[in-house]
């Protein structure tokens, strides 16, 4: 059963790391990117430090298409670098943004009134 499981398995394996989407410049540039963001913050626990390289660094690798694709002129590896360290601090600033903006207001300026 475990060689007949392995058959079957093994090519799927194979094509998900060989994949389009798997390359290792965009993992060393998130992970170098997350790293720095874990090192200049304040002292964290030990699951809080890996939960947040991990954060950082998926981040990185998830928005890395979209900024090659707005800045084709960066590799892979810079541009999971640079989402690495920019999107989470980005998010948070947004999230309190929109936390503190009142929506009525919102819709007035839109509306020009």
């Not at 950082?56 to 640079?82: C, I, K």
């Amino acid at each position: 059963m475990t060689n007949e499981f392995l058959q079957q398995v093994g090519p799927l394996v194979s094509a998900w790391v060989q994949g389009p989407w798997f390359d290792l410049e965009t993992l060393f540039g998130a992970g170098l990117g997350a790293c720095l963001v874990v090192s200049v913050r304040q002292p964290l626990k030990g699951w809080q430090t890996l939960c947040s390289l991990a954060m950082s660094a998926g981040v990185g690798v998830l928005f890395t298409p979209l900024a090659v694709m707005l800045l084709p002129q960066l590799t892979n590896g810079v541009a999971a670098f640079f989402c690495a360290l920019v999107v989470i601090p980005l998010s948070i600033k947004l999230m309190v943004w929109v936390e503190q903006v009142d929506i009525r207001e919102l819709v007035k300026r839109f509306k020009g009134q």
